[in-house]
């Protein structure tokens, strides 16, 4: 236990030493969001119904995009290495990089739907909506993060990433976006895509933490 | 039980290739000419003889894949690798081949080639992650133990996430005609089902020949590169 | 192999350790037990298998066979994870944290018993107390091995597995190094080295590789000699 917090708190603290990559993906995801408001704003005069698939598919994008560097660091200082040497467990350095991705995704995200809030005058920031975003991202980031440990061996790799996560996460983009809609009135009952989001989380979850070990290995 | 298999395995060069040149003759000759012409949708029905085998066993190819990679994972031979690349590249064949009949089909019957229909989009999805995989196991060298080891695990996932897929489509939405041949009475005349039962085996055997032929590829390029690297360990030291 | 000294356990055994990749057996059937508090040089050309089996042996490759004990504990487990310190070709550092940073987290992984005071007490060793709050990233080579011993020897392990550890070291580290890890009577050093010339200074024996196989070991003859053997 003692050695999760060791390693949850120095994934969060070379988050933050390293927030010029986060705030870049921040940057995207503000941008993503400013354009398709452009573009479907010319399109079409109400753009409540499509804000559900604007927000998850930038949310998506941009987790891609910060899990691609969340071991590039330790690969590339070697600190990787050193980890799995010491008694830590690779389900350890797992959860700590899981961790620390989430909070800074959750945080994104946030910072998004209080811009959406503002751009499309709807009340995105309820309790449900919070819910269906927390356990949406749990259940993309555990993915995301399990297949960036791709490391620095595969050539290619930040373009890899998204073509073998996204989909992989078209359930997940399914549920996230029909919960959504359904949570801003556009559609009837969130309860079975609740449900949905919350098997996809489970199930990614369980295959990333123990599979995690054997993709560490050398 | 492995020498029996070993023993049916060497029979692959006199049994597959013969079996699968008469069984696709055969199911051409039904599907053009034996089988009736279907009132509704007419001639195009036909490739009904082709599509349904393609969708069916690509699913077995994918499991070959998933069975191949855990014990790759599980044994670390790198036999099973080759094993695992040479049924996804089958099963994205046979995935595209159902895509492809299905697209043709639909234009006349539905009005349109594609519709995001639950199944449809489904099969999209497998296509899209074996093809991921291809890429992401091509990139690495054929003895690269580390990239074959994270894309065994993809394909495991992969394999993991179809249920997931499909519940989560079907709910999206439903077009494609409810399955009709694996019910206690198939609601198929007779002859239909006969050649329809012969374009099972004509694919199941071209399946298996070509992942046969696939595996036996990757196997030569893996014996390759494990000759290559012998002689430069040889000429170093 | 001969026979080691009565009395002194052995520290580092290793039983028929091979490990192949990609079709090479680059590792094959190596055996080693070396004594407690033993300095080991090991020896031999490029691609004969000396990364390859101290990568073993800090569990970072697992062995196609065979198997190894540290400290008396199996291979695999916690225990002997926590009795080695290794020390490699790349200093494994944070380059984003302060040496102070880099040392409080590797302690607290290794469950390091009053861990600020062994912190300071190693920093000064290694001559970076001064600089305990620049981050890592700015310091020299140089700099960078000096802490990265002091990541490896945080824990006191019984065993210190160094890979060409001289590399990139000014001849002023290279003194500290032998004065800090070589020189500690209950540290047990394996360490691959090109530096022949140098080993007589602190090497108790040497260990050959050549294609992978073992052969030449005088890990366990001259404990107290500090002859140059061969």
Redesign the interface.
């Known amino acids: 236990m ?2 999760l917090t ?2 949850v ?2 994934d969060l ?2 988050a933050w ?2 927030r010029a990559a986060w705030l870049s993906a921040m940057a995207f995801s503000t941008i993503a969001v400013l354009t398709y408001s452009f573009a479907f704003d010319l399109a079409t005069g109400d753009v409540r119904p499509l804000l559900p698939g604007v927000l998850w598919t930038t949310f998506l994008f941009a987790g891609v995009f910060a899990a691609g560097q969340s071991f590039q ?1 330790e690969v590339d ?3 990787f ?9 690779a389900t350890t350095i797992f959860l700590g990089k899981l961790t620390a991705n989430l909070i800074a995704l959750l945080i994104i995200e946030c910072s998004q739907l209080v811009l959406a809030t503002i751009l499309f005058d709807v009340g995105l920031l309820t309790p449900e909506l919070l819910g269906i975003v927390v356990i949406g991202t749990v259940g993309y980031v555990s ?1 995301t993060t ?2 960036a ?2 490391g620095g ?4 790799r930040s373009v ?1 990433l998204p ?2 996560s996204l ?2 996460l ?2 997940l983009l ?2 996230a976006v ?1 919960a959504t809609g359904a949570s801003l009135g556009l559609e009837a009952g969130t309860a ?2 609740m449900l ?1 989001l919350l ?2 989380a489970i ?1 990614s979850t369980l ?1 990333a933490v123990l ?1 995690f070990p ?2 560490a ?2 | 039980m492995s020498t029996l298999l070993l023993r049916v395995y060497d029979w692959r060069w006199s049994v597959l290739p013969p079996v699968t040149g008469i069984a696709m003759m055969a199911m051409i000759v039904g599907a053009l000419v034996a089988a009736p012409r279907e009132i509704i949708e007419g001639e195009v029905q036909r490739l009904m003889y082709l599509h349904v085998p393609s969708a069916v066993i690509m699913y077995l190819a994918f499991s070959v894949t998933a069975f191949a990679s855990v014990m790759f ?1 599980w044994k670390r031979d790198i036999r099973w690798d080759a094993l695992a690349r040479g049924a996804a590249v089958v099963g994205v064949f046979l995935c595209g081949m159902a895509l492809a009949t299905g697209a043709i089909w639909g234009k006349p019957i539905w009005g349109v080639y594609w519709t995001w229909d639950a199944r449809l ?1 489904a099969t999209l ?1 497998l296509f ?2 074996y093809s ?2 291809l ?2 196991r091509s ?2 060298g054929p003895l ?1 133990e ?2 074959a ?2 894309t065994a ?2 394909a ?3 394999v ?2 179809i249920p ?2 499909q ?3 079907r ?2 939405r439903t077009l494609h005609p409810q399955p009709i041949v694996f019910q206690p009475t198939p609601a198929l005349p007779t002859e239909m089902l006969a050649v329809l039962a012969l374009g099972f085996i004509a694919i199941a055997a071209l399946a298996a020949w070509l992942i046969v032929l696939q595996t036996e590829t990757e196997r030569a390029a893996q014996r390759t590169s494990a000759l290559r690297a012998e002689i430069d360990h040889r000429e170093i030291a | 192999m001969t026979a080691s000294p009565p009395d002194v356990p052995i520290a580092l055994e290793a039983t028929a350790l091979t490990r192949k990749y990609g079709g090479v057996t680059v590792v094959r059937d190596v055996d080693l037990a070396l004594p407690a508090g033993s300095k080991t040089a090991l020896l031999g050309s490029n691609g004969a298998g000396k990364t390859t089996l101290l ?1 073993m042996l ?5 062995p196609t066979s065979g198997s190894f004990r540290i400290d008396g504990h199996p291979g695999p487990s ?1 225990e002997a ?2 009795a ?1 310190g ?1 020390l ?1 070709h ?8 302060t040496p102070l ?1 880099n040392l409080r ?2 302690a ?4 390091v018993a009053d861990a600020d005071a062994r912190i300071e007490e190693i920093l000064r060793q290694v001559g970076l107390w001064l600089r305990r709050h620049e981050p890592t990233a700015i310091f020299s080579r140089g700099y960078h091995q000096r802490l990265a011993l002091a ?1 490896a020897l945080i824990h006191d392990p019984a065993v210190l597995l160094a890979d060409e550890p001289e590399t990139g070291l000014d001849p002023e580290g290279v003194a500290l190094l032998d004065e800090i890890a070589l020189a500690r009577p209950a540290l047990t050093v394996l360490a691959a080295t090109h530096r022949i010339d140098h080993i007589g200074a602190w090497a108790s024996g040497i260990v050959r590789l050549e294609r992978g196989r073992l052969v030449e070991d005088t890990s366990s003859v001259g404990l107290a000699t500090e002859g140059t053997p061969a």
Do not use: C
């Open positions: 003692t050695s060791a390693v708190a120095k603290r070379l030493r390293n660091e200082d070697g600190t290495d050193a980890l799995l040497f010491s008694p830590v467990g993915l399990l297949l440990t791709m061996h595969v050539r290619g890899l073509v073998l989909p992989l078209v359930p399914i549920g029909r079975p895509w949905l098997v996809f199930w295959a599979l054997i993709a290995e050398q | 994972l989009t999805v899209l992650i991921a995989y890429l992401a990139v690495a690269d580390q990239a080891r994270y695990i993809f495991i996932i992969g993991a996430d997931i897929i519940m989560s489509v709910w999206w | 990568k800090s569990r970072l490759l697992t916690p994870a926590r080695v290794v490699g790349s200093p494994m550092l944070y380059e984003d944290f940073e987290f590797f607290r992984i290794y469950d990541r």
